[in-house]
């Protein structure tokens, strides 16, 4: 069974500084990996995915991860953060072949940014 | 807007009472999601269905029960309620390559 584990559910940076969330996961063979943002009172987005391509991801609103596959990780940063980034952020996994495509998600971290 | 739409987006029952939330896609996907969100524990899955004609359990599937009517729609019904069954409920769908939509989710209140 996979699994995914995201240290830190509360994350304080101040604005302008370095954002790193951290996510683990734990899978026999490497799984697919995504990262997806929740704003107050709204769905999931995504922010960006990991399918075997480039292990260095980009995804929307300057946000990238990169996938190790030694560390089992895929952490998500971005270089400088902004007031709006302030959300609630899950990691989720999927294994390749899954022909439901389920997803399993992460306890999720919630950032805040100061001003 | 093509995506995910859910309905109701909130609802108050009284424990017994039952209820059904309704998901529609519009992306010709071909499966579909529901999962509860608690604080603190994430999303945890409570039935899909990879595809027209199947449904499945997840994680969290009891006081749950849920109809794929067809590709496009995928509702879960909640025969008595229970106070236990507060929460955040998004439906979701996913086509090739994984990666899901989510609606905007219902907040439920069993009091």
């Known amino acids: 069974a996979q699994s995914v584990t995201q240290l830190g559910s509360h994350v304080s940076v101040s604005e302008g500084a370095l954002v790193l969330l951290r996510c683990n996961y734990s899978s026999s063979v490497p799984p697919y990996l995504f990262w997806y943002v929740q704003y107050p009172n709204q769905g999931l987005q995504l922010l960006l995915k990991?399918?075997?391509?480039?292990?260095l991801v980009k995804g929307i609103n300057g946000f990238e991860a990169e996938f190790k596959k030694s560390e089992t990780s895929f952490h998500l940063t971005k270089p400088s953060a902004h007031m709006s980034d302030a959300a609630e952020y899950f990691c989720?996994?999927?294994?390749?072949?899954?022909?439901?495509?389920?997803?399993?998600f992460g306890g999720g971290t919630r950032l805040m940014v100061k001003p | 807007n093509a995506g995910v739409t859910q309905t109701p987006k909130f609802q108050v029952l009284k424990t017994g009472q039952s209820m059904t939330l309704q998901c529609a896609q519009d992306?010709?996907?071909?499966?579909m999601y529901w999962y509860r969100q608690d604080p603190g524990m994430g999303l945890r899955l409570i039935y899909y269905?990879?595809?027209?004609?199947?449904?499945d359990k997840g994680e969290v599937p009891n006081g749950y029960n849920v109809s794929r009517l067809n590709k496009r729609e995928f509702s879960l019904r909640l025969e008595s309620a229970a106070p236990s069954q507060t929460s955040v409920y998004f439906c979701a769908s996913s086509g090739a390559g994984g990666g899901y939509t989510f609606g905007s989710g219902t907040r439920l209140t069993v009091v």
């Open positions: 989720a996994v999927t294994p390749r072949y899954n022909a439901g495509n389920m997803l399993t």
């Open positions: 269905s990879a595809s027209e004609g199947t449904t």
């Open positions: 992306m010709n996907h071909n499966s």
């Open positions: 990991y399918t075997s391509a480039a292990t």
